[in-house]
């Protein structure tokens, strides 16, 4: 069979396969439209999410909206979490004793603050080279978990350890250093030093 | 410019552009999009239809690719071909269609068309058209794609390698190799018959 003549074979049966069909496609369109209606409010939060993401790629200022939204929604989160959970709202306690510690500290030489996150936990005790290592206990006297004492001390560099419920706890996040001993760790703490040291 | 009822709206639909349909599209306008599948709602049909010769698959493909373009519209770049691009759409899920063909096997079409009975047609000719019917159902998928988009799409062979994310002579190969396999088909399906 000629070329051309099979082309135009070819066309005319596609052609006509689906001019025949025609019927099943009126109406296509409206069918269509009313499953989109229906189907919008469906749209999953992720399939939102991709969609502002690829519309971003194209406008400048839709970039900057999404931007500005997704600060907002992790800072209002952030706020969230560190009222609600217990830990992270310790953590936040911890450093802001620390800043009143160092304070403390720097206006009046000596004074030593120990604090230890412990949410749940019957005794909390520090045991250091200050006393020969003899436990003195630390309160929590406003019962968030943040367990904590206020020790004088004269100038000089103090190993030191907490003792939660009977469990040894050797590193301090508060410590200027640690130091390894009998298989575990020790804090230590320098008073009377200039610089960051307390 | 403000357009009030829902009639009044498709009716102002039908002489929009295809891009501000589309930009109309992606701003929410449902109705706009109803135009757009107004608009190439034959073209996909017709593309299922040949992938697959399969009337019930290819009027499922064709409803399914109008609801997967519009919901991945925003994906859709304004300079490129907006036909190549729901072509894309077409071709793959027609694959995927296929694929699911292999294990769930029905009837394909018949070659044979109800009504297909049009006394301006010759009896020879119904009787070539019926061949070449069975010839595409016949002829592998590789070469049966890019022969619907050729003869009945009317793409370049640019456009067609861009749908099937083939390279263009592999494209022409196809087309060349599927014709010859129809005309190979063709020509034994005669001789049967003439014996």
């Known amino acids: 069979m000629h070329e051309d003549k099979l082309e135009k074979l070819l066309r005319d049966t596609l052609q006509q396969e ?39 790629q194209r406008s400048r200022r839709r970039q900057l909206a999404v931007i500005g939204i997704t600060a907002v929604i992790f800072l209002f989160l952030g706020i969230f979490v560190s009222e609600r959970v217990p830990l992270v709202r310790g953590l936040f306690s911890v450093y802001d004793k620390q800043q009143k510690a160092t304070i403390a500290t720097n206006s009046d030489e000596g004074q030593l603050l120990f604090v230890m996150p412990a949410p ?42 907490f003792v939660v419920d009977g469990r040894w706890w050797g590193q301090d996040p508060l410590a200027d250093e640690y130091v390894r001993s009998f298989g575990g760790y020790n804090s230590v703490r320098y008073v009377g030093y200039t610089g960051d040291k307390i | 410019m403000y357009i009030g009822s829902k009639e009044e709206k498709s009716s102002a639909y039908h002489v929009q552009d295809e891009a501000s349909l589309l930009r109309a599209s992606l701003d929410g306008e449902i109705e706009a ?12 049909f017709g593309l299922c239809l040949g992938f697959l010769r399969n009337h019930a698959d290819a009027e499922d493909i064709n409803h399914d690719t109008f609801i997967r373009a519009y919901e991945n519209l925003y994906r859709y770049r304004v300079e490129k071909r907006f036909s190549t691009w729901i072509f894309t759409i077409a071709s793959n899920l027609c694959r995927n269609r296929l694929r699911y063909r292999r294990h769930h096997p029905i009837a394909p079409l018949p070659a044979q068309m109800e009504g297909g009975c049009n006394p301006a047609t010759t009896i020879a000719q119904e009787d070539r058209q019926t061949q070449i019917r069975q010839g595409l159902s016949r002829l592998p998928y590789r070469y049966r794609t890019p022969i619907t988009l050729r003869y009945y799409n009317d793409l370049s062979y640019h456009q067609i390698a861009r749908i099937l994310s083939l390279p263009e002579g592999t494209v022409k190969t196809h087309i060349y190799r599927g014709k010859a396999l129809l005309r190979q088909e063709i020509g034994e399906m005669e001789v049967i018959n003439h014996a």
């Open chain 1, 18 to 56: 689906v001019s025949k069909e025609r019927h099943y496609l009126d109406g296509l369109e409206k069918e269509i439209v009313a499953e989109l209606t229906g189907q919008l409010p469906k749209r999953g939060w992720l399939q939102t999410l991709t969609r502002l993401f690829a519309q971003m």
């Open chain 1, 120 to 161: 749940g936990a019957q005794t909390v005790a520090v045991v250091g080279s200050f006393n020969n290592w003899k436990p003195i206990l630390l309160t929590d006297e406003d019962k968030d978990g943040i367990w904590l004492t206020n020790l004088p001390l004269p100038p000089g560099r103090y190993e030191y350890a």
């Open chain 2, 33 to 44: 999009w109803g135009e757009i599948v107004n608009r190439y709602k034959e073209a996909v």
